[in-house]
């Protein structure tokens, strides 16, 4: 069960002709594709794609209706295989994941399918996670477009260029025997906008039609000599093929007048950003008309060497907006104009930034300063020599105070107790040599945890501690979650672990879910999906590759179970590698699963319990080592109206779930009694509610008592 | 390629009567802002407004601060073409739903005195680094609120939080109506309205949170400080209840504060309420008596130019030390008869709900050994075996229902041996604490007065229980450890006040090492200014 349900967008894809759709780039990317009779459809999640896999998810039924299969597939590398059916069927094919990373993953089998080539379109969406908010190393998919020759779209930022992609896509594909990249920007992905749509096609070949007919033809299969064949084939055959396609067809784009001395060239998806900086600059209006030639690569692999010639033609300069690094189409660009003796100038990254995001102000930057060099008659006099900013006194002033906000782990995670057991080990038996892997658990790395030292990628932090594992006085500690277990860690990681008898303790998180890309189901999944096979449990599959000291906890909240059982990890004779799998589910999975049903219960008349912690602030002492086992953010400080107290004291507000990890920290640690946990017991049966009630009478009598002989400060706030 | 020449002209005016309005909202994950994002969207779709929103949205609460992005215009035939980011100095309205990330948005140059109308949520989230600080970390909101409240054009902030809250909802609701109040956007307030019934979830709650934060802010003095966020004047000592015979005894020593000097009263008066509720009003006759030694040699030192600091430091920290945390306080405290009440109303209890209360305590050896009586407990202590033993008897976690007779009744007992508290090693060791650390500081203060003042406000240093009250008593004698060092230096006082924050600063203490070691290397080669510098 994925954290966002589409359950209701996706009858957004039942739209037919002429109508109009409200939504998500997500989803239109998928109305896309259904619109072009895909025959197939897969991916791993991952922001910003998690959300398409989602509505895939979601939307199984159209999908079946139409006769398209949805494969959730293991990995990207599985996902970039599926694609595999379009070799020899003329089936399209639609693949989505995460980039750079889940492109990494997938090389292996991009570079197989592009080598032997499509007859049916195949579609790569690539959500590019680059710049502000990114949780992946900064890199560009570019690249891998050119090193196995995959074309590259990169459109416009709005639905209707981002739909019609869709369908140029898989055309370009099919006129070449080419796979197609399709480049969406995560901030395109959550796109909120409209357009015209078409009527849903159905496959005309569908994978059912195509299984039952098997077809193969062999100058197609990767192997030599038809490899060799294939390397020329994509020179003398493909390329000229994709260059005559794009040009035919106008993918890319030219705005403004056809005249003038000066020209931008940009990726399609720089688009919004340049318009904006134009319009701040006076030479763009609302609707984007502009004063400057803006040329837009749609495509921007290949390039169109006589589109950009005359483009160049007659002007003295042109920018090129090309974000991230290296500047390939910069450099091809430069090098054509060389070749043909062009007298253009080539601009760029002299005044764009080489590395880093594009932003609205970096933009406003590069292009004002490529205008005031090379046109500044354009430019309104405000613009041509502007008046240096004003840095405001404030916002240095602001720097020193505002506190960094970084991601941490919900209210009550699972996960929180995991690594207040590693922190209570690291200070009975020191630091230990831990590497992390991807997933929410990697939020140890942040305060107060300050767990884990590298992270490799995806099913690898046990397999990056490899050079650790034959041992020395003290164990390396590994961690990997059960996405990553299943995406690739059980090979990579526990099966390299045995066959290499690693001396060292492997940690996986087990949260029932792929919690951190949105909580889609894995295979060790308690939950029952309705077309997906779950419950295989991590521990069996452990075993099943060799593992002999494995320990399945099933409650992490249980921090002196949990922290035994690492240190017993760590000093056990036993040989091998040792596998502790920590099971408790994604609290906020659980806690959109059972709140319903709660509410429905306490309706209903039926008892419920329902926990919530609390502290005694008259005992806690705010020494908040609670908070540096924890980080939770239902616990937080409060300041006590009380002039005999410096230190604020812990309080912990109405979003506490009762975890239970307040009180477990507490006990474990020895920090103090200040914690208590309340259980609110809705429509309690008659006999709780009688033994309450003498329980009551009982206590009520005695602290009166009490009360009644000494002196009362309770209308004191400050005492 | 496709030619798209719609301009041959040079426009005359760049935005020919129309122009976007930029929105942006800076939000921590978790709080709903792609609630409120949607809410806008549809707000303004509603309104005949032409609209692109997007995010760079992680997923739910583990991602820290996000923010999202919208622009509307005027819907034509054309689409317009508008940017999917917010720019410094380009925004005409921002959102902020937590005091800092107003203050990031400000940083991040989202808000700007020439146009940008902030709405901004007043109260606090505390971010991590806030809350692991030892003593207080929380970051000054004063200077922020300020801050911000200069840097827009216009001002609407208040704790729109308490509004969503008290109304059941999110605060996404309150931000919503805020806006709507605030008439930054062209939009009726049906057309607000109908957004949210159109979101269809809660519809009921966030009407409410809306109207109300619509109210305040189209009220013209919500630009001003509310009134709710400002801190609560504290309140004074309110006189006790109790029977008449320990009344007059208590309005006796009152009388004792009567006299003291007016700066010191009422510290004095809260510190005698503190000692004698965790004792009795004979233990608060010498807690008065330890206050007349500390004053008599104020007076002696000409403490009248320093407004009794010495005084008015040692009322409050005297008091906190007499009343130390004990076993006995914390069973007293959990066994109070209004503690159910508060319970209930902290964990918001419906009327007809039961409620359990489970505590979590884990005695150890030496905490048994503490409550024995004094030369019993030296005898144990003093035979490690034999507290061994009791430790690993007790030694364990243990979760007791506070609510069920059998574990009230043990903690009621526990909190009766009030009565012969005094008797206790716990005492003993504690009393022996309170002399020697107030003899110090009375010895010092002929000499260095602003040392000694520090010296007492030392206490603040010993906190909590078993191992981190060991470690911050362990921290109190170090940081005291360069009192004699620093006595014969004008700016004793100081450096060791820069001790002790620095002990509060960490939890292992190495800060605190390295300051101790900076006032060690300047007391030997007697050169403060390097010293300093290094400090610094």
């Known amino acids: 069960m994925a954290e966002r349900s589409f359950a209701r967008e996706v009858e957004k894809l039942r739209l037919g002709d002429g109508e109009t759709f409200h939504g998500e780039g997500i989803l239109a990317i998928t109305k896309a594709l259904l619109q072009c009779g895909v025959g197939y459809v897969g991916g791993y999640q991952g922001a910003p794609i998690s959300h398409l896999m989602d509505v895939l998810a979601d939307a199984q039924d159209i999908l079946a209706e139409l006769g398209v299969r949805y494969e959730a597939n293991a990995s990207e590398s599985a996902a970039a295989a599926m694609l595999a059916a379009s070799v020899h069927y003329p089936i399209r094919g639609a693949v989505a994941f995460k980039s750079t990373v889940g492109t990494n993953v997938a090389s292996d089998a991009l570079a197989n399918l592009a080598s032997g080539g499509v007859t049916g379109g195949a579609l790569v969406i690539v959500g590019e996670d680059y710049g502000e908010g990114s949780s992946i190393m900064q890199e560009r998919s570019h690249a891998f477009a050119m090193k196995s020759q995959i074309w590259l779209l990169d459109p416009r930022p709005n639905l209707p260029s981002i739909v019609k992609a869709v369908e140029d896509g898989f055309e370009l594909s099919e006129a070449t025997n080419t796979p197609v990249m399709l480049e969406v920007r995560i901030r395109a992905c959550h796109l909120y906008g409209a357009f015209e749509t078409k009527a849903n096609r159905r496959p005309p070949l569908t994978v059912r039609e195509a299984v039952d007919n098997p077809r193969r033809q062999t100058d197609r299969i990767v192997l030599p000599p038809a490899a060799f064949v294939h390397e020329q084939e994509k020179i003398a055959t493909r390329w000229p093929a994709a260059q005559a396609f794009i040009k035919e067809r106008g993918l890319n784009e030219l705005f403004g007048p056809q005249a003038g001395k000066l020209g931008i060239i940009l990726q399609g998806g720089m688009y919004n950003s340049v318009v904006r900086a134009l319009q701040r600059l006076g030479l763009a209006d609302i609707n984007g008309d502009t004063e400057v030639p803006l040329y837009v690569l749609n495509v921007t692999y290949p390039l169109i060497d006589d589109e950009i010639a005359a483009f160049c033609a007659g002007k003295d300069a042109v920018l090129v907006v090309e974000e991230g690094q290296p500047n390939y189409i910069e450099q091809a660009i430069g090098a054509m104009l060389h070749a043909s003796g062009a007298p253009t100038r080539v601009v760029g990254k002299t005044v764009l930034p080489m590395a880093g995001e594009y932003t609205g102000q970096v933009m406003l930057d590069g292009v004002g300063r490529f205008l005031r060099e090379y046109g500044p008659e354009m430019l309104a006099a405000e613009h041509r020599a502007p008046n240096r900013p004003r840095e405001p006194q404030s916002a240095s002033d602001l720097a020193q105070i505002v506190p960094l906000r970084p991601p941490g782990f919900c209210t009550g995670c699972p996960e929180r107790p995991i690594f207040a057991a590693m922190k209570l080990v690291e200070q009975e038996h020191g630091k230990h040599q831990i590497a992390a892997d991807i997933g929410c658990h990697l939020f140890s790395i942040l305060p107060p945890f300050e767990i884990g030292g590298t992270t490799m990628g995806y099913g690898l932090g046990p397999a990056s501690n490899a050079a650790f594992h034959g041992g020395g006085g003290k164990r390396p500690i590994s961690i990997i979650g059960d996405g990553g277990f299943w995406h690739n860690g059980l090979s990579s990681s526990i099966g390299n672990a045995v066959y290499n008898e690693a001396d060292g303790v492997i940690l996986v998180v087990d949260n029932y879910y792929s919690a951190a890309t949105g909580g889609q189901d894995v295979l060790s999944s308690r939950a029952d999906n309705r077309s997906k096979s779950t419950n295989h449990p991590i521990a069996d599959a452990v075993k099943g590759v060799g593992v002999k000291w494995v320990r399945q906890i099933d409650r992490t909240y249980d921090v002196a179970k949990m922290r035994d059982t690492l240190a017993e990890a760590l000093t056990t004779p036993e040989k091998g590698p040792k596998v502790i799998v920590a099971s408790s589910e994604c609290m906020l999975n659980r806690q959109r699963r059972e709140k319903p049903l709660m509410a429905k219960a306490v309706k209903d008349g039926r008892r419920v319990v329902k926990p919530r912690f609390g502290v005694d602030e008259d005992v806690c002492t705010g020494d908040h080592a609670c908070m540096r086992l924890s980080g939770c953010p239902s616990l937080s400080v409060k300041t006590l109206d009380d002039p005999l107290r410096d230190d604020p004291v812990a309080a912990i507000d109405q979003t506490c779930v009762g975890c239970g990890n307040c009180g477990e920290v507490a006990d474990a640690a020895v920090l103090c009694p200040s914690f208590y946990r309340a259980d609110v017991i809705r429509n309690p049966t008659r006999s709780e509610r009688a033994l309450a009630r003498l329980r009551q009478r009982v206590t009520r009598v005695l602290a009166g008592w009490r009360q009644r002989r000494r002196l009362d400060f309770a209308g004191d706030v400050a005492v | ?536």
């Not at chain 2, 935005?15 to 978790?30: D, E, N, R, S, Y």
């Not at chain 2, 510290?267 to 007349?292: C, H, I």
């Not at chain 2, 009375?442 to 009250?469: M, W």
């Open chain 2, 1 to 536: 390629m496709t030619v798209v020449d719609t301009r041959q002209m040079r426009p005359r005016t760049p935005f020919p009567g129309q122009h976007i309005i930029k929105l942006a909202i800076l939000a921590v994950g978790g709080q709903g802002g792609g609630v409120l994002s949607d809410w806008i969207v549809d707000a303004a779709e509603a309104s005949g407004y032409a609209v692109q929103a997007t995010s760079v949205p992680g997923v739910a609460q583990r991602t820290g601060a996000t923010i999202y992005s919208i622009e509307m215009t005027p819907r034509t035939e054309r689409m317009p073409v508008l940017a999917l980011m917010p720019s410094p100095g380009d925004v005409d309205i921002m959102i902020a739903a937590e005091l800092m990330e107003a203050g990031r948005a400000v940083m991040r140059g989202l808000v700007t005195p020439d146009r940008t109308t902030l709405i901004a949520s007043t109260h606090r989230m505390l971010a991590v680094s806030e809350k692991i600080v030892a003593g207080n970390g929380i970051a000054d909101g004063a200077t922020v609120l300020a801050t911000v409240r200069d840097a827009a054009k216009r001002f609407i902030g208040f704790n729109m939080d308490k509004i969503a809250a008290e109304a059941g909802t999110m605060i996404s609701a309150s931000l919503f109506g805020a806006l709507a109040g605030s008439c930054a956007l062209p939009f009726e307030r049906a057309a607000f309205e109908a957004a949210i019934r159109k979101g269809g979830r809660g519809v009921e709650a966030s009407l409410r949170a809306f109207g109300t934060a619509f109210e305040r802010a189209s009220d013209a003095d919500a630009t001003s400080d509310a009134a709710d966020d400002a801190p609560q004047a504290v309140a004074g000592v309110a006189a006790p209840r109790g029977p008449a015979h320990l009344l007059a005894r208590w309005r006796e020593l009152c009388a004792r504060i009567a006299a003291y000097p007016h700066a010191m009263r009422d510290m004095a008066t809260r510190g005698l309420a503190k000692v004698v509720d965790f004792q009795d009003l004979a233990y608060g006759a010498e807690y008065l008596e330890r206050l007349d030694a500390v004053l008599a040699v104020d007076k002696a030192t000409g403490a009248d130019g320093r407004e009794w600091a010495l005084s008015v430091a040692a009322a409050k920290h005297v008091a906190n030390a007499m009343a130390y945390d004990d076993v006995i306080r914390v069973a007293d405290r959990k066994t109070r008869a209004d503690r159910f009440t508060r319970i209930r109303r902290e964990v918001e209890a419906p009327e007809d709900a039961l409620v359990q209360v489970t505590e979590f305590m884990h005695p150890r050896g030496e905490e048994v050994c503490s409550m024995l009586p004094a030369g019993l407990g030296r005898f144990v202590e003093a035979r490690p075996r034999l507290l061994a033993g009791l430790d690993r008897m007790v030694n364990r976690g243990r979760r007791v229902r506070t609510d069920s007779l059998i574990w009230f009744t043990v903690l009621f007992t526990l909190a009766g041996l009030r009565r012969w508290r005094r008797r206790l090693l716990r005492h003993a060791r504690e009393t022996d604490h309170i002399e020697r650390w107030l003899a110090l500081a009375l010895q010092t203060a002929p000499q260095n007065y602003a040392l000694a003042v520090e010296i007492v406000a030392c206490r603040r240093l010993i906190k909590g229980y078993s191992d981190t009250h060991q470690r911050g008593l362990s921290k109190f004698d170090r940081v005291l450890s360069a009192a004699p060092l620093l006595a014969p230096r004008d700016d004793g006082g100081d450096w060791l006040r820069r001790l002790r924050e620095a002990a509060l600063k960490d939890e292992d203490g190495s800060a605190l090492d390295g300051a101790i070691k900076t006032v060690r290397s300047f007391a030997e080669t007697g050169d403060p200014l390097a010293a300093r510098a290094k400090a610094d």
